[in-house]
């Protein structure tokens, strides 16, 4: 059965890890339900004290032991909340649940609270952040008030602090669906390509523990990308047993066409007019105008409503331009697949392509295919991946003048800036995770900027 959080209230609760999300369950439970008793199970080399001064919760009890112990320091517990970066997969947890512990997370404890209505939840291998900051900007556009949580915004248990709202939309990384016990009104995939298989233990389990958020209960209408194949068979497996499915990216639904975005063929919004780069974008807005849709909200005048819409952090994000040379932040693509998408963003222009980041085994074949037959496209590959990737290239047909190595960001920068030439796009998009040299993507986006502006 699903936990509430007003269930807590008296009970032994356990938590595994303090982030963000943690941080915010723990609060919210010493400051709504006091006579809960937290014990806090911690890895990291940081005092007790500054963990428990971290959580916002001054009677927990925080126990910084060996992972090798966290079963003994959680066994009596009667629910353990876990931080979405322990894998449900962990032998400890399976070991807690044969001991009668219940297993959750902040974000399914507030679903069971409010209920899934009028919620928007949105996940994929890519766009999440886009499409969920799309549609609560287009919703609050439409006259609904609205919410902003998730991986972006505010942790879900923070909306217990603030007023009702008609729509909340709600982004959800993969580590969150992949237990989560009850769905959104309103489901919606971007996509589906392979990653975080250091998580779930296999591609085909990550595909999974994304798509079961379709299927949960609470969910009335599953909003799928047409283009994806995994999303289309889905649908229709979905659609099959009765489910309503809608989906975005085809003709007779939101979708990207030459001119622009239209709705079953008749543009609605030109190019020029759109502050997103890239057709992946455009095919983000799709999404949100399609869940709005789903959920009943009527989406207000285009394009007027989009206007002051920022595009996110990191995200194709014009850092510099400079003698004639744009410089653009991509850090978040941590896929090949992103990696394409934001090449196919700049038509025309010369593109040095700075790439390379932690490897989890990525396929590097197609990008590799991609950056050989683009005419006048350079890369630079940065470590742990990078060499990857250059072979790849060169294995496509790429010219050696044009696949160069680096040691770091700095040396990239300093050989990025001696080729490109005034009309070019510098890039970086690294098309791998940033843990092997940065904190998260966002440290390596700042990174960039930081090179980038220099003189």
Request: contains cysteine; aromatic residues 4%.
């Amino acid at each position: 059965m699903p936990v509430r959080f007003s269930e807590l209230d008296g009970a032994r609760v356990g938590v595994w890890g303090a982030g963000r999300e943690t941080r915010s369950f723990a609060a919210q439970l010493a400051r709504r339900l006091p006579s809960a008793q937290i014990t806090v199970a911690a890895f990291d080399t940081a005092p007790a004290s500054e963990v428990l001064d971290a959580l916002k919760a001054p009677t927990a009890q925080v126990v910084t032991t060996a992972e090798d112990d966290v079963v003994a320091v959680l066994s009596k517990c009667e629910v353990l909340v876990r931080s979405p970066g322990v894998s449900i997969h962990r032998p400890e947890l399976a070991a807690l649940r044969e001991m009668g512990v219940a297993i959750t997370t902040a974000t399914s404890l507030w679903l069971s609270e409010r209920g899934g209505g009028g919620v928007i939840g949105v996940t994929g291998t890519k766009g999440k952040s886009t499409t969920a900051a799309i549609a609560f900007h287009l919703a609050r556009a439409a006259g609904r008030t609205a919410h902003l949580a998730g991986n972006i915004g505010v942790p879900a248990l923070d909306l217990l602090d603030e007023e009702p709202a008609d729509v909340i939309v709600l982004e959800l990384s993969s580590y969150q669906t992949a237990d989560l016990d009850l769905g959104p009104e309103v489901a919606l995939v971007t996509n589906l390509f392979k990653e975080h298989t250091d998580w779930h233990g296999s591609e085909q389990a990550y595909r999974a523990e994304k798509l079961r958020v379709l299927e949960l209960p609470g969910v009335r209408v599953c909003v799928l990308n047409a283009r994806d194949q995994l999303l289309r068979a889905a649908g229709e497996r979905l659609a099959r047993d009765g489910a309503d499915v809608r989906h975005f990216g085809a003709s007779d639904s939101w979708d990207v066409i030459a001119g622009g975005v239209a709705l079953e063929g008749e543009l609605r919004i030109e190019r020029p007019e759109l502050a997103l780069l890239g057709e992946h974008n455009l095919l983000n807005l799709c999404a949100a105008l399609s869940a709005l849709e789903a959920l009943g909200v009527e989406p207000p005048p285009l394009p007027d409503s989009l206007e002051g819409f920022e595009p996110l952090p990191h995200r194709l994000e014009q850092v510099a331009e400079r003698d004639g040379v744009l410089w653009v932040n991509d850090s978040i693509s941590t896929t090949p697949e992103s990696t394409m998408a934001a090449l196919a963003s700049f038509p025309g222009r010369e593109i040095v392509l700075i790439a390379g980041g932690q490897d989890r085994g990525q396929d590097y074949t197609e990008l590799g295919r991609v950056l050989a037959e683009a005419r006048g496209t350079a890369v630079i590959g940065v470590p742990s991946t990078g060499p990857r990737l250059l072979a790849a290239a060169r294995d496509a047909g790429a010219q050696d003048s044009g696949v160069l190595q680096a040691a770091d960001m700095a040396e990239a920068v300093t050989l990025a800036r001696s080729r490109a030439q005034p009309g070019a796009v510098v890039l970086l998009s690294p098309a791998a995770p940033s843990y092997d040299s940065y904190r998260d993507f966002a440290q390596r986006g700042e990174r960039f900027r930081e090179l980038a502006e220099r003189p």
